[in-house]
């Protein structure tokens, strides 16, 4: 498995920690997607059963309580689910017909569109647990990163349509965003310290430090699931992207991938540590604290996700399974 080029990675120095309520968040999840009929074939609901989304919610927001656990296990559910519908079938290479087929989707997360569909219902009922009690502007741009994310799954679907090798320069960005990582960080403000003012949010010490994690988790994710999307010639992954374009074969570029993972690691370290610098205003520093718990929190996702995904059958060579992340 190309996750051994992580054998001396510092992300094993990040602590993991598994919240108490993976089984309740399991067991909640899994009735709620029978309660709203998501499931359309006689195999998607034992899917999940083995994927178990609670346990990722376990391990990503282990301070969580019972409520906001089940919350993120419902949207990994949702995401598992739609982009298995996705990668298993031909509208992951039509990007047409995809963006057709996700028309009321993005209507429901832009906020322009009443739900019809099971899945437009769920979407929309996520988005309303996640919003209650948290500010417009956390609000909307949950909103606006669910919009980055269903739009950028039609371009995947270009890419592949086209048999596109992907540039090693928009990758990044794009691999961020069809895998829902930004929705899904936003999250951690709710399980967390509440949503963070704009100001500290979008101010470049903790952009810095988000997209370091974010990338952390899509390439340890890339890692793991590369001889999967090798074998079905899918190269939306930054192995193969590296191999493709910097002619690697697998075992290098997945050792490139994961010095790569060592520099967001180290990114991550740096912004945090400029994060926490004293302000002199007793507020903002309070403000700032709430920031650098969301900082650990996401570091602690990253190692998180790594646990559940050495765990998951979702991942292996033999899974025919796709997904977010």
């Known amino acids: 498995m190309t996750i051994e080029a992580l054998k001396s990675s510092a992300i094993w120095d990040v602590p993991a920690c598994r919240g108490p309520h993976a089984e309740a968040a399991d067991t909640e999840t899994l009735r709620w997607v029978g309660a709203v009929g998501l499931c359309e074939t006689e195999a998607e609901l034992p899917r999940l059963v083995r994927i178990r989304p609670g346990l990722l919610a376990a391990w990503c927001h282990p301070r969580a309580d019972r409520t906001d656990s089940t919350l993120v296990a419902m949207w990994m559910a949702w995401l598992f689910l739609l982009d298995d519908r996705i990668d298993e079938s031909d509208l992951g290479r039509d990007a047409d017909r995809l963006d057709g087929y996700l028309s009321e989707l993005l209507g429901v997360a832009s906020g322009g569109r009443t739900a019809a569909s099971p899945m437009g219902r769920a979407l929309a009922e996520i988005v309303g647990r996640a919003s209650d009690g948290m500010p417009d502007s956390w609000h909307l741009r949950f909103r606006r990163h669910i919009v980055d994310y269903l739009s950028a799954c039609v371009w ?53 430090l988000l997209v370091a994690a974010a990338d952390v988790v899509c390439w340890t994710n890339d890692l793991m699931t590369v001889e999967k ?48 610098a004293p302000t002199r205003t007793p507020d903002a520093d309070t403000r700032r604290q709430d920031a650098d718990r969301c900082a650990g929190a996401l570091l602690v996702w990253t190692r998180g996700h790594l646990e559940w995904g050495l765990d998951t059958p979702r991942y292996g060579p033999a899974a025919s399974e796709g997904g977010a992340l």
Do not use: K
């Not at 596109?164 to 895998?179: I, K, L």
């Not at 829902?180 to 403000?189: G, K, R, S, Y």
């Not at 090798?230 to 690697?248: C, E, S």
């Open 229 to 276: 999307e090798a074998a079905q010639g899918d190269p939306h992954n930054l192995v193969l992207v590296t191999a493709h374009h910097r002619g690697l074969d697998r075992h290098a570029a997945s050792l490139a991938v994961a010095r790569a993972c060592e520099e967001r690691l180290a990114t991550h370290g740096r912004a945090r540590r400029e994060l926490r």
């Open 156 to 208: 995947q679907a270009a890419h592949r349509q086209a048999a596109e090798v992907p540039s090693p320069d928009a990758f990044p960005a794009r691999r961020r965003a069809f895998g829902a990582i930004m929705p899904t960080f936003d999250l951690v403000e709710r399980t967390e310290a509440g949503a963070l003012p704009p100001s500290l949010y979008y101010s470049r010490p903790y952009q810095d």
